[in-house]
């Protein structure tokens, strides 16, 4: 019996990929480095993941990319859980500045019209209310070309417990990295 032929298609590099800083996350003026992870939304090391480069700041973070056909569902439109996906990922980042390293609780997605795969659109999440252990959020993406808005999301996070969230910093080597420009020598 022989194997079938494998072959390997190009994938279409979304914002955020290839760029000198590559994906990852940033809290204002610092990088947050994490440990190379899986994670399909922001992980470096899940090659069929979305790698999305994620900006934090002020209880906000937002993301720019083009969804490659990989992840279309029907011809032309972004699959709905990949869009649920990258609302669910800004969403979350955005409760960073409450150290909540939590879990979704809720998330409920209102798909207003298709998001085109191929196109520069914009994941926004915001903090809407935070309590003790739960945080309310809202987001949307965004077509950038036409400034439409495609989906709008709000989601629930409970935060895990503080030893669970010691156990995750530690798992992850979670630090905040200053980015301080570099003298030139003249």
């Given amino acids: ?78 699959h709905g859980g990949i869009v649920c996906s990258v609302l669910d990922e800004v969403m979350a980042w955005a409760t960073i500045e409450h150290d909540a390293w939590g879990l ?31 945080i309310r959020t809202r987001g949307r993406i965004v077509d950038v070309a036409t400034g439409t808005v495609l989906a709008t999301a709000e989601a629930t996070y409970v935060a895990a417990a503080e030893s669970r969230r010691d156990e995750l910093r530690r798992r992850y080597a979670f630090r905040l990295v200053d980015e301080v420009p570099t003298a030139v020598e003249g």
């Fill in 104 to 134: 979704t609780a809720r998330l409920s997605v209102d798909f207003r019209k298709p998001v085109p795969v191929e196109a520069l659109v914009r994941g926004e999440g915001w903090v809407e209310e935070a309590r003790k252990r739960v």
């Fill in 1 to 78: 019996m022989s194997e079938a032929p494998t072959t390997t298609r190009p994938r279409t590099p979304r914002l955020g990929r290839n760029e000198p800083a590559g994906p990852g996350i940033r809290l204002g003026g610092r990088r947050i480095e994490v440990a190379p992870h899986h994670c399909f939304a922001c992980g470096t090391l899940n090659e069929h993941g979305l790698q999305l480069a994620l900006h934090a700041q002020d209880g906000r973070c937002w993301t720019e990319l083009r969804l490659p056909r990989d992840f279309e569902g029907w011809d032309g439109i972004a």
